[in-house]
């Protein structure tokens, strides 16, 4: 217990003390109040650096997560029906994700290459759009993509961001996994006594299954949340190490990395850090405030 | 009935506690026979971040170095990937740095100005630096100096130019580019604008990443250093991103995006001037190894062997001849090393300073590396090697010029760096015409604030 | 089902499973195909010719073995001590009651919510003090004193135990060690399971530990290994795919046989809670 205390409270605290401080790694930490806070408003004001990031890490989450989920979900209320072959299936949902970190990125990037990647290959062939991936800082869900424009001479609304939550949504494996037990867990009875009521399939997963899941989800939102914002490696990989192109990929994760190591600005680097602490403490607490209406609590 | 379910578990865990142990005794085994220092010599912890086949020829750089005296013995440490910065803050923070590191990023600046690395001027005398001053290149010159001190020295030098494939040019009847107009003419010939499906092969597309080396090619400079004031507004830098941009004019923000994202540095990815891809590309030195292994592979093959040339960037009427951007694997040494006279003789060693000249021909062949001083170049070996490599010698001559400017040696220069690559990259990526004085205007504020804050903190 | 419905269901499943099967057989057929036909042909999924030798070479490039062993250990210590000790942990915090013990359990879940870039460098220090640094040790003991995820999952977990159970121990005299375990553990074995084989991957996995705590070479694990193969050999397509199916295999392995058991811990790892 004190060694837990000692290994996580005690960084926990320090890192909130740099975030007062102006700390180069190098030089010991100088105390200097409230600067990297203010500095931080200042951006937020002007509409650089970290709100830029909070944009690119607000779409990447608020957009992976809820597709995951949904995802998921079906992906494991498939699996669940009486088939043969789910351990099969089953291992190859939920491969993707134990596969490195470093090694899809590369693999991804690699599948997604606009010109020849396999993707495009196949898009091309069935005469679809061959969108730039990696290669643009286009944004799919914006009020641009709505603009036919956006869609000609080859041109697609589509760019880094949602190359990196495809990437997220083949790794989602592990939550698949988790909802499947779930519905495992199901007792038979209450599918039986909604056959007898003359419920088909769909109405039978969109009462009695989802319902059930309810919880699972819950727990998977949260954990998704924050998986999704502390997302680094990957990001790293794919933009260069610096938010390419155009700063698109410039997420919390990454400007927090690149102030404290190559900025040498430690001190603002845990104001951001603590920001995303705040963002994520908020949001998990409302969460589990409105969780009550819609999270199941009946059966045990 | 199987024994109960708590011996169960009892048991399970002692087995996997004795799996452990007999795991962590056999890597005891394992990690024995480690690298000896010979008791009557100091040891250099030497980091880098080489790997691959460079690595061996680090190994033996090291390895020549320690036969050739008694005194020191050099230990290097390769540190592939991206992390070897992090990994010294690490060091720096436990007290416990190595004694010499190589590294490729813009950190002098920062890292002097904090006072994590030596100055030269404390570990050699004013006089010995003062040569070595006169010794480097110009352009290596550059790479190391902060507020008038030497941080550190390079061991090579990177530098760009313009590889043209002359068989491509020679079937549009082209020949290579002298002028910006003769470039435009390539791209526009090879790439007629204005067509609607997707291009196979381009004559040129500029890298947004690239204004770093058009900038100076037409006149620009980043950063005026008397005044400490950043300078993106000034008219060759804006002239040189219109020229940039007016190719996003010509094809489109999307095809540009497209056709060069296919041709980074990706895995699998060949030199996208092999392929017929372009006529004409922006590289470094390295490319006339692949150049060389390519056309050989071409001949076993008993196809026609492709050929090809490189020249200096060319640049427009009022521009600058010899220009780009260089950059450079510089040797620091970090302060808190335990043996710096020992760091500084390996960097003597390496880079051919006072009387070594000949080893580090011999180096730089090996690594087909681009050596940091003319009186390595002059030596016999070199001679030798650009006689049987024309191609590389258009870059010794660039490493001469003293319009081969690197990123600002100034704290901050990491986000310096970034942020006008970012900017050129939006202005190539714009859907709408974009405004480039107001983005540059925008840039230039951000940058002088920045790095008006990393020099204000020490 | 009727038919239909059947044949709907594994139509839906078949063309999910290709599209996710896609990448990694990509990764398979690119790891067995000379370096040429990478370039000519990135997409053909069948090699022409059938190039073993990938695998060798990527063996021989990299301490492969030395690698190996490092991972295993890591491995092997730190599922032990996170089954040991969360269990521990999760323990107090689902069955005892203990002043400010809810009040630690939400610092401990805030504890989650920090990115490791920050706290790494206060982390760092400390485990240097011990005198860890450039050891596997310090992957491994930090493991011995618990982490939040798995001390959440297995505390949910003892919280669906009925408490009347602990009740009856302590009237046939238990103490409250005796309770943990020799009735709660082997309770809890298809969960501490669960919570293992999460461990066995993120240990498998991990990569950032490696780069806070190990400098020689010969310390490191597989992770990390990779990723410095993967920086030297960038240009080497053939040779990274073959290195990365051989990191990726063992665990699909360990997850192919052991998702009977791992599906039922994580089904009664009470998430419905």
Redesign the interface.
């Known amino acids: ?1 004190v ?2 205390l ?7 605290l ?2 909130l003390y ?1 975030s007062f401080c ?1 700390y ?4 010991p930490p100088r105390v200097v109040g409230l600067a990297n806070y203010q500095q931080l408003a200042s951006e937020f004001a002007s509409g ?1 650096g970290i709100a830029k990031a909070l944009w690119n890490t607000g779409y990447y989450a608020l957009i992976s997560v809820p597709l995951s989920i949904v995802l998921g979900v079906s ?1 494991a209320s ?2 669940s ?3 043969r072959g789910q ?1 099969i ?8 994700s ?6 899809a990125s ?6 997604l ?6 993707v495009n ?1 196949i898009l091309g062939s069935l005469g679809l759009w ?1 969108p ?6 286009n944004e799919l869900v914006s009020a ?1 993509a709505f603009a036919s ?2 869609w000609a ?4 609304p589509i760019g880094s961001k949602d190359a990196l939550i495809l990437m997220s949504l ?1 790794g989602m494996g592990n939550f698949m ?2 909802y ?3 519905i ?2 199901i007792p038979k009875s209450l599918y039986e006594a909604a056959r007898i009521d003359g419920a088909g ?1 769909l109405r039978r997963f969109w009462n009695v299954t989802l319902p ?1 899941l309810t ?2 989800i819950f ?1 998977n939102l949260v954990m998704g949340l ?1 998986q999704s914002v ?1 997302a ?2 990957q990001i ?1 990989i794919v933009s260069e ?7 698109s990929t410039l997420m919390l ?1 990454l400007q ?3 102030s ?7 001190g603002y ?2 104001a951001v ?2 920001l ?2 705040a963002i ?2 908020v949001s ?1 607490w409302l969460l589990f405030r409105t969780s009550r209406r819609w999270v199941y609590e009946g ?2 | 009935m199987p024994a109960n379910p708590s011996m169960r578990s009892f048991l399970t865990i002692t087995l996997a506690l004795l799996l452990g142990t007999g795991l962590v005794t056999a890597q005891q085994w394992l990690s024995r026979g480690n690298h000896q220092v010979p008791t009557d010599r100091e040891e250099v912890v030497f980091w880098h971040f080489w790997g691959g086949a460079d690595r061996v020829i680090v190994e033996d750089v090291a390895q020549r170095f320690n036969e050739s005296q008694a005194k020191y013995f050099v230990r290097p440490v390769a540190m592939p990937g ?1 992390n070897l ?2 990994k010294f ?1 690490l060091s ?2 436990g007290g416990d740095p190595p004694d010499l590191l190589n590294i490729d ?1 813009p950190v002098i600046a ?2 002097g100005h ?3 690395i030596l100055p030269l001027d404390e570990v050699a005398s004013p006089e010995e630096v003062a040569r070595l001053e006169a010794w480097l290149f110009p352009a290596a010159r550059r790479l190391v100096t902060y507020e008038g001190q030497l941080y550190g020295v390079p061991n090579g030098l990177d530098i760009r130019a313009l590889y043209y494939n002359q068989t491509m040019l020679d079937r549009y009847g082209l020949s290579p580019p002298r002028t910006i107009a003769d470039l435009d003419h390539i791209a526009e010939t090879i790439a007629p604008p204005g067509k ?1 499906q ?1 291009y196979d092969c381009h004559g040129y597309l500029p890298d947004s990443r690239r204004i770093w080396a058009w900038g100076p090619v037409f006149g620009g400079q980043f950063y005026d250093a008397d005044q400490q004031k950043v300078t993106l507004t000034n008219p060759g830098i804006e002239v040189a991103l219109a020229w940039m941009v007016s190719y996003r004019d010509r094809y ?4 540009i ?6 041709d980074q540095s ?3 990815k060949t030199f996208p001037l092999f392929a017929d891809r372009y006529a004409v590309v922006m590289d470094g030195q390295w490319r006339v190894r692949d150049i060389r292994a390519f056309q050989k592979s071409q001949q076993e093959k008993g196809e026609p062997v492709t050929q090809f040339g490189v020249i200096p960037l060319p640049s427009p009427p009022d521009g600058k001849q010899n220009a780009g951007w260089v950059n450079g694997n510089n040797f620091v040494i970090p302060r808190g090393a335990k043996c710096p006279s020992g760091a500084w003789a390996f960097m003597q060693f390496w880079c051919g300073f006072d009387g070594h000249e000949a080893e580090a021909a011999e180096t730089s062949v090996a690594g087909g590396w681009i050596p940091v001083s003319q009186q390595v170049v002059d030596q016999p070996a070199f001679q030798k090697f650009l006689n049987a490599e024309p191609m590389f010698r258009t870059f010794i001559n660039l490493a001469g010029s003293d319009q081969q400017y690197p990123v600002p040696v100034i704290p ?1 220069a ?2 310096f760096n ?1 942020r006008v ?2 900017l050129a ?2 202005a190539m ?1 714009s ?1 709408a015409k974009p405004d480039l004085k107001q983005m540059l205007e925008e840039a230039q504020t ?1 940058i002088q604030t ?1 790095i008006d804050r ?1 020099r204000s ?2 | ?1 009727n038919w239909l ?2 044949s709907t ?2 139509a ?2 078949l063309f ?2 290709t599209i ?5 057989l ?2 398979l057929s690119g790891s067995l195909k000379s370096p040429a036909e990478i370039q000519a042909s ?2 053909q999924l069948i090699p022409d010719g059938w190039h073993w030798e990938n695998y060798a070479e990527a063996i021989t490039a990299m301490p492969f073995w030395r690698y190996l062993s490092n991972t295993l250990v890591l491995c092997v210590g730190s599922v032990l001590g996170t089954v040991i000790s969360c269990s521990m ?1 999760a323990y ?1 915090f689902a069955r005892l009651k203990w002043w400010g013990r809810d009040w630690l359990f939400a ?2 879940i ?14 760092f220090l ?1 485990l240097r003090e011990v005198g860890l640094y450039n050891t596997l040790g310090a992957l491994i003991l ?1 493991t ?3 982490d ?1 995820f798995s001390i959440f999952l297995l505390r949910q977990f003892f919280r ?1 135990i009925p408490e009347e159970v602990s009740e009856a121990a302590r009237i046939d005299g238990l103490s409250e060690w005796g309770i943990y375990w020799r009735i709660i553990m082997p309770m809890s074995v298809p969960a501490l399971i669960t919570v293992g084989l999460f461990q066995f ?1 993120a240990a ?2 991990d ?1 950032s530990g490696p780069l806070l705590f190990l400098s020689n070479q010969d310390k490191f694990p597989l ?1 990390y290994g ?2 410095q193969f ?1 920086s030297s050999y960038s240009d080497q ?1 053939h040779l ?1 795919l073959a290195a ?1 199916t051989l ?2 295999l063992p ?2 392995l360990l ?2 046989f052991a ?2 058991t ?7 790892t009470g ?3």
Not at chain 1, 6 to 12: E, G, H, K, Q, S
Not at chain 2, 257 to 262: E, L, M
Not at chain 3, 114 to 123: D, G, K, N, S
């Open positions: 217990m060694g837990l000692a290994l996580f409270v005690y960084p926990f320090v890192s740099w102006e180069d790694l190098i030089n650089t992906l498939l699996l029906c009486d088939i351990s299936f089953r291992t190859l949902f939920y491969l993707p134990v596969i490195p970190v470093v090694a590369i693999l991804w990037m690699w599948l290459n606009p010109t020849d990647g396999l290959s061959k730039q991936w990696f290669a643009s800082p641009n424009s956006a001479n080859n041109a697609t083949w996994v988790i499947l037990a779930a495992g867990d399939p059930l919880p699972v727990f924050i502390q680094f490696t790293y190490g610096r938010g390419a192109p155009a700063d994760s927090l990395f690149l404290a190591f190559q900025h040498l600005d430690m680097a845990s850090a603590w995303l602490f994520l403490g998990t059966v045990r | 991206n910065d992090l803050f720096v923070t990023d920062d890292w904090r006072g994590a609607s997707p489109g923000a999307a095809e995006a497209r056709f060069r994202h296919g990706l895995p699998g901050g990491p986000y970034n690559k970012s990259e939006q990526s859907a951000q920045h990393a903190q020490e | 089902m419905q059947k269901v594994y839906l499943l999910l499973a996710y099967s896609l990448p990694l990509v990764m990135p997409n942990a107090a610092v401990l805030g504890t989650m919510l920090l990115p490791w870039h920050v706290t790494m460098i206060p982390r400390l930090p011995f004193l618990g939040a669906t991957v498998w996995n990569f992770a990779l990723e993967v397509t990274l990365a990191f990726t665990i699909v997850f192919f998702q009977k791992f599906l039922k811990g994580i089904a009664t998430l419905k809670d």
